[in-house]
């Protein structure tokens, strides 16, 4: 299951670097700062079901749920979300600590 994890993760890291490279040779063409968001590349990816959950957060909440709290994190750059799942998947698949030194029995 380590294994899994932590090759996962090196997967995670290596998309997340070659998003960091296609944002910045995108902000090099445009002349400016051009990252792809979350948002973007949902509604690239799917624009019908990115209405549909905004339509789910409205109904169930509200409109200030969607605007002050969802929108913000969907406007992270894409390659702060694969950095950060990579992240979670090296400590998830981390070594167990070594119980040396531990008193297990009084």
């Known amino acids: 299951m380590r ?10 890291a290596a ?6 490279i296609v ?7 445009d002349s400016g700062w051009t990252v792809l968001s979350i948002h973007g590349l949902w509604q690239w990816l799917s624009a019908s079901s990115l209405a549909r959950a905004q339509a789910g957060v409205d109904s169930v909440f509200s409109a200030f ?20 799942g990579s992240v979670l998947c090296f400590w998830l698949g981390r070594a167990p600590r070594s119980r040396i030194g531990y008193v297990t029995h009084i």
């Open 65 to 84: 749920v969607w605007n002050d709290i969802v929108l913000p994190i969907l406007e992270l750059p894409f390659a702060l979300l694969l950095a950060a």
């Open 15 to 20: 998309a997340a670097f070659v998003a960091v």
């Open 3 to 12: 294994f899994l994890a932590q090759s996962l993760g090196l997967f995670l």
């Open 23 to 29: 944002d910045g040779t995108r902000s090099i063409a």
